[in-house]
């Protein structure tokens, strides 16, 4: 029975332990407002009569869009570190160096910082946490015959 009572007390501890490990972190937003090309999610583009568009299907892929961005926030993510972020010049300027004209299956992965694993200084407020978000896509061009 006492064996019983410290196994259900040493459990209870370390899985609340374990649940507060998590506390450290950061948010961010993502803004495309001033892009001057088109981007979509979708493996899709629409020409100017509106027909879909795909990768060898009246697009050409040129290359991939690899863009990393670091966030960093505290007080358990409620106080973001690190501004909005607008990527529109980012990947306006990769579509022009790769003389291009838009990209598809644009997404991102967000994965936590390195300083999220630091316990127990992840259980103060005051430890910044961190998330890194790549950002990613293909940047495809209109195939000869569609411009």
């Known amino acids: 029975m006492k064996h ?3 196994f259900i007390i040493i459990t209870g501890i370390l899985s609340f332990s374990f ?21 979509s999610m979708s493996p899709y583009l629409y020409d100017k009569n509106g027909k879909t568009l795909s990768i060898n299907n009246g697009l050409d892929y040129s290359r991939g869009l690899f863009i990393r961005k670091k ?3 505290t007080f358990y993510t409620t106080v973001r570190l690190t501004g909005d972020g607008d990527l529109s010049r980012q990947i306006d300027d990769a579509i022009t160096a790769a003389d291009s004209d838009g990209i598809v299956n ?22 910044p946490g961190t998330s ?4 990613m896509g293909d940047i495809v061009k209109l195939s000869k015959g569609r411009r």
């Open 4 to 6: 019983s009572i410290k």
């Open 19 to 39: 649940s507060i490990t998590g506390c450290a972190g950061a948010r961010g937003k993502i803004k495309l407002e001033e892009l001057n090309h088109p981007v």
């Open 71 to 73: 966030y960093f926030g």
């Open 106 to 127: 644009f997404h991102y992965v967000v994965d936590q910082g390195g300083t999220n694993g630091c316990v127990p200084l992840t259980w103060l407020p005051v430890w």
């Open 132 to 135: 890194d978000v790549v950002f």
